[in-house]
């Protein structure tokens, strides 16, 4: 008895091509890693940090919004959290614009216990069509205790995006 070979199938030049980005993009044998959705949070070590939808905040200065850029902590036990967090302003299409960053240091005692931390910045007039639309990310890591072992950063979690009307 003789083993043959199946004749060799040839994909054409496009079919070929077509299935780079496909590999590249992890589409083809393996789950898809998306943008968060909406309300999307992270849980490390018994905290929860959740990056809310950036809020218009009263100002008399019309030229610069004054926005909240909200996070919502909550841990259970006797944890510190570290948050890095990073604010854009959304360009559809294009590089979003940098407007700034902060970090955040929470302890909380044993006890659960939530809180809701305000970063407020200034947004000025980039678009020039009445709008902006603002946005922010967060990552953080938690120390149990007076532990000196932090956890690894959290991957970046991406707020809603915040349509913002002068």
């Not at 940098?98 to 939530?114: A, Q």
């Given at each position: 008895m003789s083993i043959t070979k199946p004749p060799r199938k040839t994909r054409s030049r496009a079919a070929r091509i077509a299935l780079i980005p496909a590999v590249a993009l992890g589409l083809i044998g393996g789950p898809v890693a998306a943008a968060g959705p909406a309300f999307a949070s992270t849980s490390e070590r018994g905290c929860t940090v959740d990056p809310l939808k950036p809020i218009k905040h009263d100002n008399k200065d019309r030229s610069k919004v004054r926005v909240d850029f909200r996070i919502y902590v909550d841990c259970n036990g006797n944890?510190?959290?570290?948050?890095?967090?990073?604010?854009?302003?959304?360009?559809?299409?294009?590089?979003?614009?940098?407007?700034?960053?902060?970090?955040?240091?929470?302890?909380?005692?044993?006890?659960?216990?939530?809180?809701?931390?305000?970063?407020?910045?200034?947004?000025?007039?980039?678009?020039?069509?009445?709008?902006?639309?603002?946005?922010?990310?967060?990552?953080?890591?938690?120390?149990?205790?007076?532990s000196d072992h932090w956890s690894d950063w959290t991957r970046w979690e991406k707020s809603d995006v915040a349509r913002l009307h002068r």
């Open positions: 944890k510190t959290v570290e948050i890095r967090q990073l604010r854009f302003e959304d360009d559809r299409g294009r590089n979003d614009d940098f407007l700034g960053k902060s970090t955040f240091w929470r302890s909380f005692d044993p006890r659960d216990d939530s809180v809701t931390i305000h970063s407020y910045d200034r947004v000025p007039n980039l678009d020039r069509r009445g709008s902006e639309e603002v946005y922010q990310l967060v990552s953080f890591r938690v120390r149990s205790g007076n």
